[in-house]
């Protein structure tokens, strides 16, 4: 919510009557990061706004490194083939995924890990500057617990390294404990935590 001298009560009134107009459910996103979250949580949690799923946003350091001898950088629509075959994502999914992917404006790095001539696990990096941001990271479940996640990841840094970036990010959902562990080891730390609180 913008800085002013309007109290919560009124902001949230005004984000409420906007979102009725359009005839949209009023959703707010607080961030562990801004000054007045703690505050403006209870004010929605009293109002009745539950809350929704926690997400961390965790980066680590870059260090130079070589790119995993499995890992192959494909074009958009080959790891779009890709990813459709290990999530299981059917049409009309893939083309909107599609269309999202193909209007960033990053260096962006489409990348899959082959076992033999079979993906079993795919990523997408995007360099903006020297940040370089990790999406859509999935394993295809018969092939996790093998090490494939952690070389995805480490193969997509490598590849943003050669691209510029000094610093990784990603965004994951804080009871995700697999994953956690798997990014802790990678050295990736909590930067902050952002979650939704969802009006009735």
């Not at 990348?111 to 941001?133: Q, S, Y």
Request: overall charge negative.
């Amino acid at each position: 919510l913008y800085p002013s001298l309007q109290p919560f009560p009124e902001k949230i009134r005004y984000c409420e009557n906007l979102s009725a107009r359009e005839q949209l459910q009023t959703v707010f996103r607080l961030t562990s990061i801004a000054q007045d979250s703690a505050i403006l949580d209870q004010t929605l949690a009293d109002r009745g706004y539950r809350m929704d799923e926690t997400s961390l946003v965790l980066s680590t350091p870059l260090i130079a490194q070589p790119l995993h001898p499995d890992l192959n950088m494909l074009t958009l629509e080959e790891w779009l083939s890709v990813y459709c075959e290990l999530t299981g994502m059917a049409e009309p999914a893939r083309s909107l995924h599609g269309l999202i992917l193909n209007s960033i404006a990053g260096e962006c790095g489409f990348g899959a890990l082959m076992a033999g001539d079979k993906p079993v696990a795919c990523g997408l990096a995007v360099v903006e500057r020297e940040l370089v941001g990790l999406f859509d990271i999935f394993t295809h479940p018969h092939a996790r617990n093998a090490g494939h996640g952690a070389n995805i990841v480490k193969g997509l840094l490598a590849w943003a390294a050669g691209q510029g970036a000094a610093r990784a990010y990603l965004q994951m959902v804080q009871d995700n404990h697999a994953a956690a562990a798997l990014y802790a080891s990678l050295g990736f730390q909590e930067s902050y935590r952002y979650w939704y609180r969802i009006g009735a």
